[in-house]
């Protein structure tokens, strides 16, 4: 079953505490995405990596860090320096090549921190 | 810049009536579109998309959508509502001005079907 995976789907954490979020995908993609998504707004992207070793900070990047040091895996930790963590995080892969293509996204992770 | 504006925030249909998301658009240049569907606490599944081939656009479980560049819209209609339709919809539109696939989304529709 080709796919994006996501885990866990629920994570609790106490505030201070970095916590980092899974993302695998098997669908041989060079493009992976981590949006963020809040209630009554659209998603929101955090980071993007077209290629392995190498990442950009997308529209709301402060706070989180990245690491894409396997094409299959595009990890997401949120610091304690993210002045408010709770919210449902989205991962997301595509192609790459100079048009447009649709992005595949996983089922989610929603993150809380009290 | 590319952005997109969904009309409605909440829709509220029957089931067996039609069903129509209002989607307008803004874009420096030709764009390509798409319509995601959210069920609650899941990832977004593609229903269509638009890349400027046939304007009416046909995707999964009967929805189609129709470009029309006059009136910068890109609806999404379905004959008839069936309750798994309830869900939300995004419009989204691609960028390709910052170098790589960027999807700027609509805020959301949150689809309702009654009884």
């Known amino acids: 079953d080709g796919g994006i995976t996501q885990s866990p789907k629920y994570l609790f954490r106490k505030e201070g505490q970095n916590v980092t979020l899974s993302c695998e995908q098997n669908l041989n993609h060079d493009a992976m995405y981590w949006y963020r998504q809040d209630p009554g707004q659209g998603l929101r992207l955090i980071y993007y990596s077209q290629i392995v070793n190498d990442f950009q900070k997308g529209d709301i990047a402060e706070g989180y860090s990245v690491s894409r040091e396997k094409k299959e895996s595009f990890p997401l930790t949120v610091t304690s320096a993210q002045k408010n963590p709770t919210a449902f995080y989205l991962c997301a892969s595509s192609n790459t090549g100079g048009r447009v293509y649709e992005q595949y996204f996983g089922p989610g992770t929603r993150l809380t921190v009290t | 810049a590319q952005s997109v504006t969904q009309l409605d925030s909440h829709v509220s249909v029957s089931e067996g009536t039609p069903v129509l998301l209002r989607c307008n658009y803004s874009?420096?240049?030709?764009?390509?579109l798409f319509w995601y569907v959210q069920h609650p606490n899941k990832g977004l599944q593609l229903l269509l998309k638009y890349t400027s081939a046939a304007t009416l656009v046909k995707g999964i479980n009967g929805f189609e959508a129709e470009f029309k560049k006059s009136e910068t819209s890109f609806h999404l209609t379905k004959p008839s509502a069936h309750m798994s339709d309830a869900a939300e919809y995004f419009c989204?539109?691609?960028?390709?001005?910052?170098?790589?696939?960027?999807?700027?989304f609509g805020a959301g529709t949150r689809l309702a079907v009654h009884p």
């Open positions: 989204v539109v691609s960028d390709l001005s910052g170098g790589y696939n960027k999807l700027i």
């Open positions: 874009s420096s240049y030709s764009p390509s």
